[in-house]
């Protein structure tokens, strides 16, 4: 099936839950990253239970530091 | 406020600016805007805050200027290795522009000191390394309604968003708690580019005038996204999150803390 992940169209094996679309697009480190699907941030605890659908637009938003410490 | 005219003179590229003049001016002069570290973001913001005559500059960092900050961290010089960042580039601003007021903060922010260090502050700059501290910003200025700019950058990657809290998704819409524990990589450990710092930096500062301005369209609701690599800019939009645990519909966070985990192994770390 087609999503839209990150902007581009992308061809991804039918049926793939939230989870396992992270594995089959080799993202590196899932922890850091939080899942926008369809205009919603998903939470965590429900990455392996929510199946994508054709066409569902898919973002990963990666948490990122740098700067200074001031903490 | 009367603009002098050796003031005028000074901000005269950006009083043509129909967006800004005298008027702008005025206002950018009796702003306050709070940098909170003073490492590769805080910079080039500070910096280009300073010169454009924001009148009162707050900046806060506990770290002292090291060797391997000159990289990108523009606003301290070879000759200010070992001395206090705040003082760095205190004399820095002041010597760009004897117009600002610096009020310097040798600290580190923590929920105890969070709320007193921005009160009074129109806009705050997050350009801390660690997500504590971002998470610590995100809801101090939440509860003080306070805006500002939250940004990050690794490698060749940065990104940055305007929040207006309680009006527009916040840090905690997005990641709704810091990583676990080890596995954020820090600057210090995967690499940063001097100049992408500059970027993201200075975007933050242009975001802050425009608040301060009221002017343009402000980054809110929007995550903006740059890998200099590919030289890709890109606009996340994103919603305000109903579940958010901060300003979601039934917040579960109602005073602020500090987050447990320190993130990577920046403790022992000089700086990103």
């Known amino acids: 099936m087609k999503l839209v992940v990150n902007g581009k169209e992308t061809d991804v094996t039918d049926g793939l839950t939230v989870s396992q679309l992270l594995i089959e697009q080799e993202v590196k480190m899932p922890d850091m990253v939080s899942v926008e699907l369809n205009g919603q941030v998903l939470r965590r605890h429900k990455f392996e239970s929510t199946a994508l659908n054709e066409g569902d637009k898919v973002e990963f938003l990666y948490f990122m530091g740098g700067g200074s410490g001031a903490e | ?272």
Not at chain 2, 62 to 74: C, E, K, P, S
Not at chain 2, 245 to 267: F, M, R, Y
């Open chain 2, 1 to 272: 406020m009367e603009l002098s005219e050796q003031q005028i003179e000074r901000y005269s590229r950006q009083i043509i600016l129909e967006e800004v003049d005298g008027a702008g001016q005025e206002k950018l002069l009796s702003s306050k805007v709070l940098v909170v570290g003073a490492g590769g973001l805080g910079a080039p913001a500070a910096l280009y805050l300073a010169a454009a005559g924001v009148g009162t500059i707050g900046i806060i960092d506990y770290d002292h200027v090291d060797i391997t900050n000159l990289q990108r961290q523009i606003i301290h010089n070879t000759a200010d290795i070992g001395t206090k960042k705040v003082d760095s580039a205190r004399d820095k601003i002041r010597s760009i522009n004897p117009d600002v007021m610096v009020r310097t903060y040798h600290t580190k922010v923590a929920a105890e000191n969070i709320s007193e260090l921005i009160q009074g502050y129109d806009f705050v700059i997050d350009g801390t390394d660690n997500f504590p501290a971002k998470f610590l910003i995100n809801d101090a200025c939440y509860f003080e309604k306070v805006p500002f700019s939250h940004a990050g950058i690794l490698g060749f990657d940065g990104q940055l968003i305007t929040i207006i809290p309680g009006e527009t998704t916040c840090y905690r819409c997005i990641f709704h708690s810091p990583p676990p524990e080890g596995v954020a990589p820090s600057c210090s450990q995967a690499g940063v580019l001097g100049a992408l710092a500059g970027v993201i930096g200075s975007l933050q500062a242009a975001e802050a005038m425009k608040y301060l301005l009221g002017v343009g369209d402000l980054l809110t609701n929007t995550l903006l996204t740059y890998n200099a690599l590919k030289m890709d800019f890109r606009k996340v939009r994103l919603n305000r999150n109903p579940n958010c645990p901060l300003c979601g519909s039934n917040p579960q966070i109602t005073k602020l803390k500090d987050e447990e985990q320190a993130v990577c192994d920046l403790k022992s770390d000089v700086n990103v």
